[in-house]
């Protein structure tokens, strides 16, 4: 199977400072973490999630690619996977 995000929501972890999201792998939910240092113009919870919205393609790539490297529970990607 192939890693899709059929489920475009996503969520802040202000205590961690990341953003949540998941994509599917057939029927295994895949957690991603995006650093929000990733998104270095913003710097309130609506700022993140909007430059985490406008970059959706481009995180959603990362993610797939991440993917791809190694099978994990979880995913964290930070900016040097933005690189």
Same mark, same amino acid.
């Given at each position: 199977?192939?890693?899709?995000?059929? /489920?475009?929501?996503?969520? $802040?972890? =202000?205590?961690?400072?990341?953003? &949540?999201?998941?994509?599917?792998?057939?029927?295994?939910?895949?957690?991603?973490?995006?650093?929000?240092?990733?998104?270095?113009?913003? /710097?309130?919870?609506?700022? $993140?999630? =909007?430059?985490?919205?406008a970059? &959706?393609?481009?995180?959603?790539?990362?993610?797939?690619?991440?993917?791809?490297?190694?099978?994990?529970?979880?995913?964290v990607?930070?900016?040097?996977?933005?690189?």
């Amino acid at each position: 199977m192939s890693l899709s995000f059929p /489920n475009r929501s996503r969520s $802040y972890d =202000a205590s961690a400072r990341r953003i &949540r999201f998941i994509g599917h792998d057939g029927m295994f939910e895949v957690p991603f973490l995006v650093d929000a240092d990733v998104f270095p113009n913003a /710097n309130t919870e609506a700022g $993140y999630l =909007a430059a985490f919205d406008a970059g &959706r393609d481009a995180i959603q790539k990362v993610a797939i690619k991440a993917y791809g490297y190694t099978r994990r529970r979880l995913y964290v990607l930070t900016a040097n996977d933005f690189r």
